[in-house]
Nanobody, 118 residues
Framework: QVQLVESGGGLVQPGGSLRLSCAASGSIFSIYTMAWYRQAPGKQRELVATITTGGSTNYADSVKGRFTISRDNAKNTVYLQMNSLKPEDTAVYTC????????????WGKGTLVTVSS
């Protein structure tokens, strides 16, 4: 079983920055995809960014140039550096991983709330 624990959410003013972290624990030898999703109030969950074992990344158009996803494979941890935050970035951010130890099963964290407001 894999557990994901996110941290780093909170309240930030527009234009500010936050860094989210998500640590995966359990019997883990490899994780192919690590990603961040978000769900704003009254909206559907959307993909924010993904990163593979090799470091290939993809971003939602709405965050390109402002957010950076990275990972530490030795620590089974994924990060999301969020800069130039906007009120529309307010959402619950949830960590996602799949292809753990080669198995095609996805795991989700419980989420961390990011609120961008003055």
């Amino acid at each position: 079983q894999v557990q994901l624990v996110e941290s780093g959410g909170g309240l930030v003013q527009p234009g500010g920055s936050l860094r989210l972290s998500c640590a995966a624990s359990g019997s883990i030898f490899s994780i192919y995809t690590m990603a961040w999703y978000r769900q704003a109030p009254g909206k559907q969950r959307e993909l924010v960014a993904t990163i593979t074992t090799g470091g290939s990344t993809n971003y939602a158009d709405s965050v390109k140039g402002r957010f950076t996803i990275s990972r530490d494979n030795a620590k089974n941890t994924v990060y999301l550096q969020m800069n130039s935050l906007k009120p529309e970035d307010t959402a619950v951010y949830t960590c996602y991983v799949d292809r753990v130890n080669g198995n095609y099963k996805a795991y989700w964290g419980k989420g961390t709330l990011v609120t961008v407001s003055s």
